[in-house]
């Protein structure tokens, strides 16, 4: 394994390696990384008008999270944590879903018809788990589907992550496991997590293929990931992708980065913005104009407004929803407390 | 004498003990560099450096696994999981390892750690960040739980905590983290299995831990403008358990309610209930009332998480209701 993170776009958007998609394709996938950001930002600002709970921006990792989930089928499920909004939008959870989470409303749980995509993980590294189990039961059903994990490098630090691999590896699960190292899990750098060369490393130790893709960059990201659900559809088991990234904002709306990072490191990192990159290779492919670019910005921003506006005036979730939710049939003694509690 | 709050109270307490053991160490996610999420830890690198004081992997079950290696080895530890509800991540060391060793060596080998975690709700955290899980640690045997619910107490009874020489589990709670209190200056020292009269009265007896103590003192000054005397006990310990002043209290008051943010089955409350009910059922003149959490698991929307919780309302409502 080279630990050299491979790299189709430069960040000055120079393409020095293949990619299987077409220039439509990538202006898609660009206004998807847009949409994301445009998401994220607005996230972050009604955070900090008390609208939403903690919110954990994902800034700088759009580039992982639509690449990855773009190699994903229908079938696919995508299981990711706290800072996957944008992965598990694309597949289908809605921005609507993922703002109502952040309300507290359990209703943002529930996913439209057909989308498989899990509420984000708030604990970490449990959902590294499901995701063995849901491509052993698409395996189980007779089903090619394929599960997509994403989680940071703090993550494979949990006891979790080792038997999730080792499970899945050994029951050569449909099992797609995708790093965003992002330098930081709260406070604590990569290099003090773990002392293995690189994340990808890992794989090797649980007999799985393990890839290093440079995590700012679309094409590459996308090439990795497609190849991994590929040969986990043919039924040829899991791979581990380490993307190097970063997180450019604090670990959440409560945190204070300047605590434990210099502004410094940040600005560098900036300067590899995945959208930047993808954004100057479309330039130079004649396929990127400032108007498209307002255009899909204003277009998202409303619509997001739009979703904010009918999720805030949804009548309250009610004391009686969450017995309701809990079991098939409430318990005798759980309808005498549902009772208790409506009347106050 | 300085004002201090809760979340500098930890600070101040783990810092003392620290400064009178220099072999004490203490470990957890994002606790040095940081200072804590609750910042509950900040200055404490400073102070002792990053051979004592120290930022871990994210790995629970790491943290508490080394705490209990090293504690066998003589080393005294404070290991801090950020939220209590990630204890289960990290159950087999709790319950199964640092509870039982000292049994299982015939008490050939001590295990003095404290357990320090931020229980309990108020953030907005939802079902898997906020839950009261004093309870999970409280049916085990081999571990003492503390839930302290005053600036003063945390200190006081962290000293404690920490020259134990048996495993105990902190539960600091998030919604107090603000609150403040004027402290001696000095060490502070208290003693594990000691509940606190906070208020005395004739009536009932109210018996509340960590928030829901300040909750169950200003139901207690409600019921008195409605001429019910109410005595208010802060347990402050779980394990070990003050019976005396909880018997002693109703004894005199012959009534019992126990106000308990753990969901409704198997709450503490119930323990409680169970002994009161043998030990002083001849004395009891009403049934004894337990006002919980329902047994769900925590909303996290600002309206819910209030209506799930019992609120000072709630006590109020539930005592009165009762008292017909
Ligand atoms: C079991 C568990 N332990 C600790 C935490 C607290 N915590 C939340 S996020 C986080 C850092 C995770 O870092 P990483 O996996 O690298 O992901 P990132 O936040 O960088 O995306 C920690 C320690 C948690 N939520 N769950």
Known sequence: MSPEPRQILAPDGTRHGESSLEIPAIRR?????????????????????????????????????????????????????????????LHGYTWRNLLLGRTGDERGGRTPDGVRVLPPSITVGGHMIHAVGLGWGERLQGSDGVALTLFGDGATSEGDFHEAMNFAAVFETPTVFFCQNNGWAISMPTERQTRSETIAHKAVAYGMEGVRVDGNDLLAVYEAATAAVAKARRGDGPTLIEAIT???????????????????????????????????????????????????????????????ADAEALPAFTPREIFDGMYAEPTAQLREQRAEAERG | MAELSYRDAVSRGIAQEMRRDPNLVFLGEDVAAAGGVFKTTVGLLDEFGPIRVRDTPISEQAILGAAAGAAMTGVPVIAEIMFSDFLAV??????????????????????????????????????????????????????????????????????????????????????????KATIPDGEIVDELGKARTLRAGTDIT?????????????????????????????????????????????????????????????????????????????????PIVRITTPHIPLPAANNLEDATIPSVDKIVDTIVSEWA
């Open chain 1, 29 to 89: 996938l660009y206004q998807a990384m847009l949409s994301a950001r445009v998401f994220d930002r607005k996230a972050s600002a009604m955070q900090r008008q008390g609208r939403l709970a903690t919110y954990s921006p994902f800034e700088g990792q759009e580039a992982c999270q639509i690449g990855s989930a773009a190699a994903l089928s229908p079938q696919d499920w995508v299981v990711g944590s706290y800072r996957d909004g944008g992965a598990m939008w």
């Open chain 1, 246 to 308: 970063f997180r450019v904002g604090p670990h959440t709306t409560a945190d204070d980065p300047g605590r434990y990072r210099s502004e410094g490191i940040v600005a560098e990192w900036r300067e590899r913005d995945p959208l930047e990159r993808v954004r100057r290779y479309l330039v130079a492919q004649d396929a990127w104009d400032e108007a498209w670019q307002r255009e899909i910005e204003e277009a998202e921003s409303r619509a997001i407004e739009d979703i904010v």
């Open chain 2, 90 to 179: 990290c159950f087999d060391l709790v319950a199964n390892e640092i509870a039982k060793l000292r049994y299982m060596t015939d008490g050939q080998v001590s295990l003095p750690i404290v357990i320090r975690t931020a229980n309990g709700a108020g953030s907005r955290f939802g079902a898997q960040h906020s839950q009261s899980v004093e309870n999970w640690c409280m049916m085990i045997p081999g571990l003492k739980v503390v839930a302290p619910s005053t600036p003063e107490d945390v200190i006081g009874l962290m000293a404690a905590s920490v020259r134990d020489p048996d495993p105990v589990v902190f539960f600091e709670h998030k919604s107090l983290m603000a609150t």
């Open chain 2, 206 to 286: 109210i018996v509340a831990l960590a928030l829901m103590v300040p909750r169950a003192m200003a139901a207690a000054d409600r019921l008195a403008e409605q001429g019910i005397s109410a005595e208010v006990i802060d347990l402050r310990t779980l394990v070990p358990l003050d019976t005396r002043t909880i018997l002693h209290s109703v004894e005199r008051t012959g009534r019992l309610a126990t106000v308990e943010e753990n969901p409704r089955l198997c709450g503490w409350g119930a323990e409680i209930a169970s002994l009161v009910a043998h030990e002083a059922f001849w004395n009891l003149d009403a």
